[in-house]
């Protein structure tokens, strides 16, 4: 509480005080820059998670390049991943929409396949 100050000109306020302010408000803007130029970079801890219907879930670290075979209630589908990213590469599905999805590469992109009940998320692990 500083009900003295109340109505007094700014000139009345210590200078150091204002000082403590302008450092509290650098350092947030500091580490917010450095949480944002953190995340992007930490790429090899993400990873694949595949949800494929009954069958279960599976965890792929990102590092595991190669295809992997899913199998859904109309036939195995078969997920690539390579140094560019992940994409369904054949599916048994009639629409070919995961196919069509593309490649994904971060955290928060999926690729869903619902013929076949399929979903490929990429996560962010920790550390
Ligand atoms: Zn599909």
């Known amino acids: 509480m500083r009900s003295d100050g109340k109505?007094?000109?700014?000139?009345?306020?210590?200078?150091t005080l204002d000082a403590i302010l302008v450092l509290v408000v650098l350092c947030v803007?500091?580490?917010?820059?450095?949480?944002?130029?953190i995340v992007p970079s930490s790429r090899t801890s993400q990873f694949l998670v595949?949800?494929?219907?009954?069958?279960g879930?599976?965890?792929i670290p990102w590092d595991e390049k190669g295809v992997y075979n899913f199998s859904g209630p109309l036939g195995e589908s078969h997920l690539e991943l390579t140094e560019a990213g992940a994409r369904m590469v054949s599916s048994p599905c009639p629409d070919k929409i995961c196919i069509e999805m593309g490649i994904i590469t971060r955290p928060g992109q999926a690729i869903v396949c619902v013929p076949n009940?399929?979903?490929v998320r990429v996560?962010?692990?920790?550390?």
């Open 50 to 55: 595949v949800e494929c219907g009954s069958a």
């Open 123 to 127: 996560l962010q692990g920790r550390e």
């Open 117 to 119: 009940r399929i979903v």
């Open 29 to 37: 803007a500091l580490s917010l820059m450095f949480m944002q130029k």
């Open 7 to 15: 109505g007094r000109s700014w000139t009345d306020r210590p200078v």
């Open 57 to 59: 879930v599976y965890n």
